[in-house]
């Protein structure tokens, strides 16, 4: 009852029905195939091997049961099919990679095939034998029945063709035998019997078994689907947490990590860096008469405004706080800052945003405070810098707004 249960859950989580196809959508199913690939070829070999050793283990069984036709089973073992079994085993094993070129189907097929051939061998002997014992001698077909659904695993409509096969081939071996003697006629029923009940227990396994393959397969799909996603979740999280939620722009913590590599980098070469903040002009007065939506719109496209100014790679910008943002220059020099700074002013101008409340212009504009540094040299941190950068955006801010103030006091200036 249990197996039973769980063989139904294999097949429902393929989305199969009890006795549906073992078949996904075609494009998983290409997958499937192309996973198991490599496998199931190196599985082949290793059971091909096996099954060639045993197979010719049976001369011992040819020799005591139609010593008649032993040299005929010789023969077929040793020089017909061994030599073509080692052929695609050499093939297989030399030529690797060849072999995975090509289509599983092909190789599935070969494998099938050979099942076959060394069944028409033993059907070569009974046609031909007048042993008393080819009765029993046909049981022979039993183990390369039971190998080849069981022990090679074929795809399961390729073990429902071999085993029509074997079937096939031992009701032809039946017919051929009419007339003959036997010293055990009426265990011909039984032994047919026993062989369907055989195929049918094996297949019923083979089908189990690849439902079993492709449930893990899919499993295999679904983790790997889940930890992609988890994985772009995570970069998306990571992203967000050195993202400023409202501009979009880089928040301070991600302003931090940016600019402690850069002083790192400039500390080393001896190059100069500049910190730039820019402040929204009169912009409490804006919210007060446009209202705290029309404020937030506003930071918004000034943070565009700025971060499109900027994104020839002159520098990185960061919201630093309320109407506030800052910018990291790096490799630069005074002239440099100053036509970055400038133009930073006159993109947000050329937004023609409306302020109404403002005394300095009828539109939205900024002031610009910026401080200038070189790390080995002049014994300032980054703290040092930004608060230089403030003092400047101060000065901005009381002699009128909408205009640039660089620092030059300190060492280095």
């Given at each position: 009852?249990?197996?039973?249960?769980?063989?139904?859950?294999?097949?429902?989580?393929?989305?199969?029905?009890?006795?549906?196809?073992?078949?996904?959508?075609?494009?998983?199913?290409?997958?499937?195939?192309?996973?198991?690939?490599?496998?199931?070829?190196?599985?082949?070999?290793?059971?091909?091997?096996?099954?060639?050793?045993?197979?010719?283990?049976?001369?011992?069984?040819?020799?005591?049961?139609?010593?008649?036709?032993?040299?005929?089973?010789?023969?077929?073992?040793?020089?017909?099919?061994?030599?073509?079994?080692?052929?695609?085993?050499?093939?297989?094993?030399?030529?690797?990679?060849?072999?995975?070129?090509?289509?599983?189907?092909?190789?599935?097929?070969?494998?099938?095939?050979?099942?076959?051939?060394?069944?028409?061998?033993?059907?070569?002997?009974?046609?031909?034998?007048?042993?008393?014992?080819?009765?029993?001698?046909?049981?022979?077909?039993?183990?390369?029945?039971?190998?080849?659904?069981?022990?090679?695993?074929?795809?399961?409509?390729?073990?429902?063709?071999?085993?029509?096969?074997?079937?096939?081939?031992?009701l032809l071996t039946v017919f051929g035998a009419q007339g003959a003697p036997s010293p055990y006629p009426e265990l011909e029923v039984p032994m047919f019997l026993l062989l369907l009940a055989v195929a049918f227990y094996t297949l019923a396994m083979n089908y189990r078994t690849e439902a079993e393959e492709r449930l893990r397969f899919q499993r295999k799909e679904r983790a790997a689907v889940l930890r992609r996603e988890l994985e772009a979740s995570q970069a998306t999280l990571e992203a967000l947490s050195r993202q400023d939620a409202l501009t979009g722009v880089s928040n301070r913590r991600r302003f931090d990590e940016v600019a402690w590599q850069c002083w790192q980098r400039h500390h080393q070469t001896g190059e100069q860096l500049a910190v730039m903040l820019l402040d929204v002009d009169h912009f409490k007065a804006f919210n007060d008469h446009h209202g705290h939506p029309a404020g937030d719109q506003c930071l918004r496209l000034v943070a565009k405004a700025l971060q499109d100014t900027l994104a020839s790679g002159d520098g990185t910008l960061a919201r630093w706080g309320g109407e506030e943002f800052i910018v990291l220059l790096p490799h630069t020099d005074e002239v440099v800052a100053h036509r970055v700074a400038d133009r930073l002013l006159q993109c947000v101008r050329a937004l023609q945003l409306r302020h109404e409340a403002s005394p300095t212009r009828d539109v939205v504009t900024i002031s610009a405070g910026v401080s200038l540094g070189r790390p080995a040299m002049d014994g300032r941190n980054l703290s040092t810098m930004v608060a230089l950068a403030d003092r400047a955006l101060y000065q901005a801010k009381h002699g009128g707004r909408d205009r640039l103030v660089m620092d030059r006091t300190g060492p280095g200036n």
């Open positions: 009852m249990t197996g039973s249960v769980f063989g139904w859950s294999v097949l429902s989580g393929l989305g199969l029905s009890r006795f549906g196809r073992l078949q996904f959508e075609p494009a998983e199913e290409k997958r499937f195939i192309q996973d198991g690939k490599a496998a199931r070829q190196t599985h082949f070999l290793i059971s091909g091997i096996f099954s060639l050793v045993a197979f010719n283990l049976f001369l011992l069984s040819d020799w005591m049961m139609v010593p008649d036709r032993f040299d005929l089973a010789l023969r077929l073992r040793l020089l017909v099919y061994t030599p073509v079994a080692l052929f695609f085993l050499v093939v297989s094993w030399r030529f690797r990679d060849f072999a995975l070129g090509l289509p599983a189907a092909v190789t599935e097929w070969v494998a099938m095939l050979g099942g076959v051939f060394a069944a028409l061998c033993l059907v070569a002997v009974l046609m031909l034998t007048d042993s008393p014992y080819a009765g029993m001698y046909r049981c022979g077909l039993l183990p390369i029945l039971v190998f080849g659904t069981v022990v090679m695993r074929f795809r399961f409509q390729l073990a429902v063709v071999f085993c029509g096969c074997i079937v096939a081939l031992h």
